[in-house]
C-alpha cells in the first residue's frame, strides 16, 4: 500500500518535471533557432523568468552567458546549451533546500503561497505544512483562491490528510473574507 502510494507519487513527479523540460527545452531550442544576438540574451532571460528561476539567478546566467558568449563568439547553439545546462546544475546543487522559519518568532508565522494557475502551488502548500507538522508546528492552511473551482476542496483533502486546520471562504467570494 505505502509502496503504491510512493510509487504512484514519483510518477506523478516525474511526469510533471518532464512537462516542465519539455516546455523549457522547446523554448530553448526555439531561441537558438535564430542568430545569437542581444535578442537571444533577452529570449534567454525572458525564459528563465517563465522557469520561475528568480531575479538573481536569472541575472547571474545572463551574466555568465554574455562572459561565455565574449569568451567564444563562435560558439555552436549545442555548446551554449551544453554551457546553461552546467550552469543550472550548478546553481541546483548550490541550493539549499532546507526550509528557514525565523527561530525569535513570538507569534504566527505566515507564508503567503502565491502564483499561476496550474504550477503545483497547493501540493507546494501541502508539503510545507507535512514539513512544519513534523517540526511540532501548529498549521493552519487559510485558503483564499475563491476564483479557482476546486482550489478549496484540494486544500480540504490535504488539511484532512495531513490532519491541520483549514479555514476557507465559499467559491466566488471575497478572498480577503479568510
Given amino acids: 500500500m505505502v509502496f503504491q502510494f510512493l510509487k ?20 530553448l ?15 534567454l532571460e525572458e525564459l528563465f523568468f517563465e522557469a520561475d528561476l528568480g531575479l538573481p539567478t536569472s541575472q547571474e546566467l545572463i551574466k ?9 563568439p563562435k ?17 541546483l546543487l548550490a541550493k539549499n533546500s532546507s526550509l528557514h522559519m525565523p ?7 505566515v507564508l503567503l503561497i502565491v502564483g499561476v494557475n496550474g504550477n503545483g502551488k497547493t501540493t507546494s502548500i501541502a508539503k510545507l ?3 512544519l507538522k513534523n517540526d511540532g508546528k501548529k498549521v493552519l492552511l487559510a485558503g483564499a483562491d ?6 478549496q476542496e484540494q486544500l480540504a483533502i490535504w ?14 467570494s471575497d478572498p480577503a473574507a479568510v
Avoid at 504512484?8 to 523554448?27: E, V
Avoid at 555568465?64 to 567564444?72: A, I, V
Avoid at 527561530?103 to 508565522?109: E, F, H, Y
Fill in 8 to 27: 504512484a507519487g514519483y510518477t506523478a513527479l516525474k511526469s510533471a518535471l518532464q512537462k516542465s523540460r519539455s516546455f523549457f527545452a522547446q523554448k
Fill in 129 to 131: 505544512a507535512h514539513i
Fill in 75 to 91: 560558439a555552436a547553439p549545442a555548446e551554449i546549451i551544453a554551457f546553461l545546462q552546467e550552469e543550472l546544475t550548478q546553481v
Fill in 64 to 72: 555568465k552567458t554574455r562572459k561565455f558568449l565574449k569568451e567564444k
Fill in 146 to 151: 475563491t476564483f479557482r473551482a476546486g482550489a
Fill in 103 to 109: 527561530q525569535d518568532a513570538s507569534g504566527p508565522v
Fill in 159 to 172: 488539511a484532512d490528510r495531513l490532519q491541520v486546520d483549514l479555514v476557507c471562504a465559499n467559491y466566488k
Fill in 29 to 43: 531550442a526555439s531561441l537558438f533557432a535564430t542568430k545569437v544576438d542581444e535578442e537571444l540574451i533577452e529570449g
